[in-house]
């Protein structure tokens, strides 16, 4: 199960809002982890292609989850703000940004990584490349992979 995985503590909404992950991956069957900040231009680049990839694969199956590198909170609101509303982030202020990176040997960003959301197991280590080529035809593989 992917709560093992990103834990069972609240992660939040675009609007702010707590939510358990329980509750925001219920249904889903391929969860993603987008490692990114607003500082980094080749985030920047990547963003609005991920963005538009699920938005058209547009699967109740699928959920995105922003892990923030970035430095403030002002920083990271402005950015999360510009991605799909739909999108799931840990806070700025949560550990797990760090541990998750540490057990995913995140070494650079971003970093798109597709996880099972039922199992845990990795579908996809770095996933931006297929993203970037195939768009929501990627979105919608993990999901099939993940059946």
């Known amino acids: ?18 939510v358990s992950p329980a509750t925001a991956l219920a249904g889903k069957k ?3 982890l987008y490692f990114s900040a607003h500082w980094c231009p080749p985030c920047k680049a990547f963003t609005p292609i991920l963005g538009e990839a699920c938005n058209d694969a ?13 430095q403030s909170m002002p920083q990271f609101f402005e950015y999360f ?15 797990r940004r760090e541990q998750l990176g540490q057990i995913f040997n995140v ?3 971003p970093r798109l990584i597709i996880l099972n959301a039922k199992t845990g197991a990795i579908i996809n280590n770095d ?8 768009g ?12």
């Open 81 to 95: 703000g510009s991605m799909p509303e739909n999108w799931l982030a840990f806070s700025l202020s949560d550990k």
């Open 107 to 109: 070494s650079g960003i």
């Open 30 to 32: 391929a969860v993603g």
């Open 136 to 147: 929501p035809e990627a979105i919608l593989g993990y999901v099939a992979k993940a059946q």
């Open 1 to 18: 199960m992917v709560e093992k995985i990103i834990g069972s503590a609240d992660i939040i909404n675009r609007a702010g809002v707590t």
């Open 127 to 134: 996933a931006r490349a297929e993203v970037t080529q195939k």
């Open 58 to 70: 547009a699967s109740d199956e699928f959920a995105m989850i922003f892990v923030s590198f970035d």
